[in-house]
Every structure is written in C-alpha cells, then in structure tokens.
C-alpha cells in the first residue's frame, strides 16, 4: 500500500514549483495541482479543491426532499439525469415507495443515455487534452444530439430536475423513441471511428499505455469505482451487485480491464457506451402505456394539469409544497445508504431523517471526490505531459467533487 | 463480477458479535447491510478485524462521513458519528460502521493507514465537523479555505451568519486595499 508518510522529496537547486490551475483549459473545471518539477520530471504534487464548493449537504438540510433534486443537477452537470435518479431512488427507499413499471424503464433509459452523453465528453476531452482535436467534434455532436432529447423530455437541457419523489415530473414526450433509435445508430457510427482513429494509432498509444498504472488493490483501497475501478480489474458494478430499476431483466455485460493504465481507462469508456446502447434498446421494449407516479398523493406530487384541473389535487399539491412541519413528506426516522451506478462510479446517498419535511442530513458519496486523491500517488516520477492525459482518462467533475 | 450475497450476513453478525463483544453498542439491520454501532475508540480495531480477519476480508473502502445528532429526536450515546461504509469482495456484502464520538472531545483513531481512501474523507469530516482523527499524515481543512473558523455542517452552525461570503474582506481594483471585513 502507498504510505503517505515516507514521501522524501530530493530538492537542489533543479527543483522548480509549478502551478497548474485552478483556471486552466486542461484542468476540466476548477481543479489546482501544485508541483515540483525537475526539468520535465514531476517530484511532488500536492492537489488543491474546494473552488467550487457550495455547501449542498448543508443546503439539503434547509430544503424538502423535493426541492433538493434541483441541487443534484448541479452535481455533476454532464449527467444530471443520474444524478436526478440516484436522488430519487434514494429518497424513495427512505418512505418505502416502489415507483410504477413505466417510470422504472423511463428512469432506466434516462439512465443509460446520461452514461452515453458523460462518457462521450470524457472520451472526446480526454483524446482533444492529447492534441486530437476532431474526435472532440464527433462527440460533441452526439451528446448535443442527446441533449436536444433531453430537452425535449425534460425542459431543459442541462439542469434537468426531472425526477420526483415516487415518480417523474411528466411522461415522454410523443416522438420520443423515433428519435432515440435515429441517435443511437449515430452513435454506433461514432464509436467505430474513434475505435478506428485510436485503437491503434501510434501517437496515441504512446501518450496512453502504460501510463497511469492503478493496481487492484490501490484501487480497492482508495474505494475507486465505475469505469476506473473496472479497468484497474475490479469486477464492481452496482447494477449487477444489487440491481435497481429494470437492470435485472436486461442482458448486458460489464466491460472488464485488467491493464488498470490509461488507455484501458479510455477502452474502458468506449466499451461502456456500446453496453449503454444495446440496453438504451433493450429498455425501449419493455415501454409500455401506464402511470408513471406512485398512486399515493400524501407523499407524491400530483400530476401538473391535475392541479390546476381538479380541488383534491390543487390541496395534495398545497399540503406538500408549503414550508412548515405540518406540510410535506414525512419519512419514517431512520438513516439509510442507497447507492446507484452513475458513469464516473458509486453515487452513494446516505440520508438521515428526522420525521420532519426535510431531510436531517444529507451525504453525497460523489465519485470524482474518492476517485481524485490517486492522481498524487500517480504523478510521483511521471512526465509533466503525463498529467493531461491522466486526467483526462478520470473524468473528475468540480461540481461533485466539491459540492 | 461481484454480486450482493444476503447468506453472508449470517457468518458477519456471528464472527463480529464474538470479536467485539461488549464492546458493541447495538447493531441495526438495514436494507441491504449491517450497522454496528461503537465508541470511537473501539472502531478502529473493529475496522482492522472487518478487513484482516480470514473470510471476511472488507477489503474495499466506499465512504466515510459523520453526522451531528445535535437536534435528533431520538437520543444517541454521543453528539457525533463517524459512519464508515466498506464492502467485502469475497462476502458480496457492504457494512457499516457508526462510531460515536463525544461532544467536548471529538478524537478517535484515524484510519488513513488501513485505507489510502480514509484519507481525504477524514480531511472532509474534520473540515465540515471538526472531528480530529488521530494518526493522519495531513489533518487539514480541503473544502473550506484554510483561514476558515468553524465547522460548517456542525447543527449549532448557521445556514447564515457567521463565516458568510459578505464577511470576506473585499479587494477594490482601484484602490487595492482591503475594505469590509470582519
């Protein structure tokens, strides 16, 4: 195990401090390391976070469990939907309420699709980082592709607030699988070219394998999970270790790296996207004609056009909306830890109620904050340039790392 | 692939109800692991046989949090809890453990030694609630700046007031000197 306290660091007169970030365009977000340097060889590192954080665990505590899904957006904002998700499953195993079929494979859809627009950005910052700048174009369109479904869904294209407690805002909209099939047999496209541009291509290669090398056991120990974890050889995924949703009655595989290196980090992301594709189709099958939120209106929000169309709902809507302790969702006093797949790994909710309106804390198990802490024991001996392409492959989100 | 195996609870209770004995503050069935509740000074070597001991084997760190039970309806032993969540590869199970730490003296041993991961979590718990553990290489604030006083996320903290961004000395581009403050 790598042992903090016997780091020695040789200074002489060569050793020069070096500052990358917090604003730097290779940092992805507000992310600080400091360095010492001995030519092009890094001796020490030491990261800095915190830039952006906003006391979201804090705030969930002022705020009904409702209204701290619009919080979960701007966790991590390349996949809000999970975050969204995650939120409310957890939410949910704290009442005990099973959300309706329908909901369950919309959630799921969202789900995956979410892992196709975050892991595409990473794929194409990560290889852009590198000085190839054309795959960044190929996946940006494609997740812009998804976004504009997204829109579509939900309203908006980044903060997307889309589920409730016990249900969803509101149902697909009309043209919804028509447009998702068109965007996924694109995306197939997609990854076969940045199969054909990368897999083998020399530059590339040399930037990659081999660099960054996490073993099982480090991986372990530091609690890394998704695509990290699993191209570090670690057989740990939430939807086949406890499956939620509808992921027990899909046939997927989970991608399996032993390399634990860059360029498996990078493998690793392509792979999933294919996985996330044939169960984004897979789920459009099971889309059946149903409810989409959980019958009792004491504990979720009615329907928008039922509110302002009939007295029972517009007095459901008012009791649980208005600030007070007589008001709201009153979850049973316990604490509770739900965890759910999302594309960086574990988003772990660890909720404790109070039996009043608002949760009484609220953890967020962010995967980027676990997942960052390797980068020093990686950088220690490795080339400045190593730097951008290993974090590119980690896929660290500011706004989940320092909440 | 790693699955969830309820079957192993079973052996779990058995193996860490003789180890800890009374030691053993009470434990709660949730709905998919084990919590057992400790003294901070118990929960470190707890931790150490939840991962050394032959067939448990809780190799994998997944969180480490704490939670303030300042104004918590139902009475706790102690004002804090350190809660430490680990999974165990062979057992296909997850545990917790809730260490509960006192008020006037919130220390208990540090886990950075037995996890690379208890690390920077530790430095979070001791920023947002100032529990000191004892034995990390770098105890120091990480989200908070470093000039911070208070423990933000402690229950007796404001949501406003004290520490809030308006109290920042502000910096005026054309005279350079620090205005406000304090």
Known sequence: MYSYEKEIVERDENTVHMNVGPSHPAMHGTLRVKMEVKGERIMNTEQEIGFLHTGFEKLGEHRSYNQFITLTDRLNYFSPLSNNIGFALASEELLGITVPRRCQVI??????????????????????DLGAFTSILWTFVEREKLYDVFEAVTGTRLT?????????????????????????????????????????????????????????????????????????????DIRTFRPYMIYNELKFEVPLYKEGDTLAR???????????????????????????????????LPD?????????????????VMPGNDHGIHPP??????????????????????????????????????????????????????????????????????? | MITYKPENHLSLLAKVEAFAGDRLLGREEKSHYHQFKVRGQDAKSLIQFLRDEPGLGF???????????????????????????????????????????????????????LYLGANWTEREVWD????????????????????????????????????ERGNFPVYHATTQKPQGGV
Not at chain 2, 97 to 102: G, N, R, S, W, Y
């Open chain 1, 107 to 128: 959630r799921t859809i969202l789900a995956e699709m979410s892992r196709l627009a975050d892991h595409s950005l990473c794929v194409g910052a990560m290889t852009m």
């Open chain 1, 160 to 236: 997307s607030s889309y589920t409730r407690v016990g249900g969803l805002a509101f149902d697909l909209p009309a043209d919804f699988e028509k447009r998702v099939t068109a965007i996924l047999d694109s995306m197939e496209k997609t990854l076969d070219n940045l199969r054909g541009s990368f897999y083998k291509n020399r530059i590339f290669l040399d930037r990659t394998e081999g660099i960054g090398v996490i073993t099982k056991e480090d991986a372990m120990s530091y609690g890394i999970t998704g695509p990290m974890a699993r191209a570090s050889g670690v057989p740990y």
């Open chain 1, 266 to 300: 990078y493998k690793i992301r392509i792979d999933e996207m294919a996985e996330s594709i044939s169960l984004v189709r897979q789920a459009m099958k099971l889309l059946e004609p149903g409810p989409i939120n959980f019958e009792d209106q004491k504990r979720t």
């Open chain 1, 304 to 320: 928008k056009t039922s509110t302002y169309g009939d007295m029972e709902s517009l007095i459901h809507h008012f009791k649980l």
């Open chain 1, 333 to 403: 006093v316990s604490d509770i830890y739900s965890a759910t797949e999302a594309p960086n790994g574990e988003l772990g909710w660890h909720l404790v109620s109070d039996g009043t309106s608002n949760p009484y804390r609220v953890r967020i198990r962010p995967p980027s904050f676990i997942n960052y802490p390797v980068l020093k024991q990686l950088l220690k001996g490795s080339m400045l340039a190593d730097l951008v392409a290993i974090l590119g492959s980690f896929n660290i989100i500011a706004g989940e790392l320092d909440r």
């Open chain 2, 59 to 113: 190799e994998m760190f997944i969180d480490l949090t704490a939670v303030d039970y300042l104004r918590y309806p139902i009475a706790q032993p102690e004002r804090f809890a350190v809660i430490t969540t680990l999974l165990s590869p062979t057992l296909g199970i997850r545990v917790q453990v809730k260490a509960f730490v006192a008020e006037g003296d919130p220390r208990l041993p540090s886990l950075s030694d």
């Open chain 2, 128 to 163: 947002l609630y100032g529990i000191e553990f004892m034995g990390h290489p770098d105890l120091k604030r990480i989200l908070m700046p470093d000039d911070y006083e208070g423990h933000p996320l402690r229950k007796d903290y404001p949501l406003r007031g004290r520490g």
